[in-house]
């Protein structure tokens, strides 16, 4: 065990005792770590040290319910809220010792039941991080993100919060969506990093902290995503922050939804690199090696000969939904690798329960080229996707879901296309064709808007918006319509860009519908889709 007796200290700050013999001055805390108390003595702490890389240390244990910083003699006094907390934590920590930025950490109990601090500027600091915390997670213990300027803290534990993941027998396309999907079951993943080094898929993955890193570890490494091939090799990462510049499909920071796209973009720079990897090797943008971001020849032979169902089975074993394994069918889709379709060619859905405009709903999954409403059943229609996999994504995101309170049913037809009515005979105009639709999403190969499918959520990302179009033009115009407008936020780089919140999912879908492409003035067309950020 590596905690030591700690030397005399002499601050200037009152530790009140249960006994309330509150003026008491702290003159050394010589007692053997193996006495419990809820406080807590840390030493050894970096110069550079902030309070709430501290309160970190104690936040997996319990609730902190005060602080004491002594950053002239890098130390702090953590008091939880039990007892029981702190005697976790101490017991933790002495067979893992916790690092921040290459500092060992060390601990023990103090002789003190509790702590009383005083108003002092370092003191009042303190509290406000540690009302800070309490307020975000509710005085709870169950999530371990202090905040996103606290992300960075270099791991509360011995381990980094960044893991570095490497794919093996990548014989199907694996996203960064699968990625965070999979990762997290274990905890808030908070930014990804993918990239090719040395002919291989690889990804940089950050938690909050080291021991969630640690428990996705355990529990991943050796993993297969699919049967029998991509299988996740999982080890700590030199880093112990990364820094994200875009989010796209190669990168992701979901503590900063604003940050721009730039997909032609490196994700990662050298210097980013060369700290993460001692070896040295050729870093690659795309998810595969090579100038045309297709995987190696041998993967796409062996693919060929693989059962696309038994794919689920293993994305199943990892908690992967139909939304892992259609993002992961469209990552197949456009890298060519169409034999991977997860629908297995069917384009053609059967639609129950829809709105007349529902084509611009399942335009947000893919492209529709056809709609067929049914001579019998007006509320059903045959829809005709571009392909199969954009058909899956649809159902997947789409089925069950309220539209002016009706649940939706969305399911895979038998029939392989819509036929359009021969010359001369009319069907009262129930067949309409999208072929040539201006609102197709996906009509570029390798379009950006892949990497930006969610499914339907009340917060909704508008873009295209132009210059002359303010906050209250957007509320006014989704309001329009008898919803609710909770929030509403501009991207802070890019006021082309904004995310509102509607009062419901429900809400959300209907105003999808009725205000993707709706006409803003000065040759600009509003673009509505479902995000996976809040505001």
Do not use: W
């Amino acid at each position: 065990m590596l905690l030591k007796r700690c030397g005399t200290l002499q601050p200037s700050v009152s530790l009140g005792l249960s006994n309330g013999n509150d003026s008491k001055k702290f003159k050394g805390d010589v007692r053997s770590p193996g006495v419990p108390s809820r406080v807590v003595h840390v030493r050894k702490l970096p110069n550079d040290i902030n309070e709430a890389e501290v309160i970190g240390l104690g936040l997996p244990f319990g609730k902190v319910t005060n602080l004491l910083m002594l950053k002239g003699k890098n130390q702090a006094f953590l008091e939880l809220n039990s007892e029981e907390c702190a005697q976790t934590m101490v017991s933790y920590y002495s067979s893992v010792t916790p690092v921040i930025r290459n500092h060992p950490i060390y601990m023990q109990y103090s002789t003190h039941k509790e702590l009383k601090t005083d108003n002092s500027p370092n003191q009042v600091r303190a509290q406000a991080a540690l009302q800070a915390v309490n307020a975000l997670h509710g005085g709870g213990m169950g999530s371990m993100a202090i905040s996103t300027d606290a992300s960075s803290m270099g791991g509360a534990t011995t381990q980094s919060p960044v893991l570095r993941v490497i794919v093996e027998n990548l014989f199907y396309p694996v996203t960064l969506d699968v990625l965070h999907q999979i990762f997290s079951k274990f905890g808030t993943v908070l930014k990804i990093i993918t990239f090719t080094k040395n002919n291989q898929f690889q990804a940089l993955i950050q938690y909050a902290d080291g021991m969630t890193a640690q428990h996705a570890k355990l529990s991943l490494d050796g993993q297969n995503i699919y049967n029998a091939c991509c299988t996740l090799r999982i080890s700590f990462s030199k880093l112990t922050s990364l820094n994200v510049k875009y989010n796209n499909d190669k990168s992701r920071d979901y503590t900063r939804p604003d940050l721009p796209t730039a997909d032609s973009q490196p994700s990662i720079d050298p210097q980013t690199m060369a700290a993460a990897f001692a070896a040295p090797g050729i870093i690659s943008a795309s998810p595969y090696g090579g100038a045309h971001a297709f995987p190696p020849t041998f993967a796409i032979q062996q693919a060929a000969g693989l059962s696309v169902p038994g794919i689920p089975s293993a994305l199943a074993s990892l908690g992967v939904g139909p939304g892992g394994m259609a993002a992961a069918a469209a990552a197949a889709t456009r890298l060519g690798l169409s034999g991977l379709a997860a629908s297995g060619g069917h384009n053609v859905l059967l639609v129950s329960n829809l709105n007349p405009e529902v084509s611009r709903l399942l335009g947000v999954y893919g492209d529709v080229m056809r709609v067929k409403i049914l001579f019998n059943k007006k509320e059903n229609a045959l829809i005709q996707m571009s392909d199969g996999t954009q058909a899956q994504l649809a159902m997947s995101h789409l089925n069950g879901q309220r539209l002016h309170g009706r649940a939706m049913r969305v399911t895979l037809s038998k029939h392989t296309t819509v036929q359009l009515p021969r010359e001369g005979h009319e069907d009262q105009g129930l067949t309409k064709d999208y072929s040539n639709s201006p609102l197709h999403r996906f009509k570029k190969p390798g379009s950006k808007n892949y990497s930006n499918i969610f499914p339907p959520s009340a917060t909704l990302h508008l873009s295209n918006i132009p210059p002359s179009v303010v906050e209250d033009d957007l509320r006014r115009l989704f309001t329009s319509s008898g919803a609710t407008v909770k929030a509403f936020k501009f991207f802070q780089k890019d006021r082309k860009m904004a995310l509102i919140q509607m009062g419901s999912v429900e809400e959300a879908i209907e105003s999808l519908i009725e205000f993707h492409n709706h006409d803003l003035g000065e040759n600009h067309h509003l673009r509505v889709s479902f995000s996976k950020s809040t505001i």
